[in-house]
């Protein structure tokens, strides 16, 4: 009797753990779902640090050096503004956290014979990133996800990435006059 009772109590006991383990996986199964979303909305970045701050920032970096890309893009869940300047002799670039505005990374180095000739931005005389913003999502009919202004071709661009569905445009606007230059799909 007493083997009988022991091989019941384990086969309870095996039951029950069964249960308790197909319990949890569905809850799992129920949980997951808003977990991701939770995710998802945690992946959706803001940028609360103005370009003029930032520069700003770039500035009490490295005093007194020119300014020749601005660059602004996600990075691992968050917007990162990138910029860079130079001075004679040397190129400098800083990484800001655009949500807290926070020097993520700054670094300078000895400046190539090539980089010798290059243009300071001068901002006062461009369109923001927000009418550049306009432009771009007008022309792709998209949503600007990332942002460079730079030198192209001795024209001052804002180049404008914009997502679509699932596809991506780059978006080339003349920083002084607001035309935009070109509009390329990514394959």
Known sequence: MTKKWTKLAAGVTMAGALLLTATACSNNEKTEPKTAEVTKKAKVATIKLSQADAISKFHKQYSGKDVKEINLKPEK??????????????????????????????????????????????VDKLISRNQATKIAEKKVKGTA???????????????????????????????????????????
């Open 77 to 122: 869940n968050k917007y990162v503004y990138e910029i860079e300047g130079f001075d004679r002799t040397h190129e400098y670039e800083v990484k800001i956290d655009a949500n807290t505005g926070k020097i993520l990374s700054h670094k300078s180095e000895k400046s190539n014979l090539d980089q010798l000739n290059e243009q300071a931005l001068d």
């Open 145 to 187: 996800t990332a942002w460079d202004l730079t030198h192209d071709n001795k024209k001052t661009v804002w180049e404008v990435e914009v997502t679509k569905g699932n596809k991506k445009h780059e978006v080339t606007i003349n920083a002084e006059t607001k035309k935009v230059i070109s509009v390329e799909k990514d394959d």
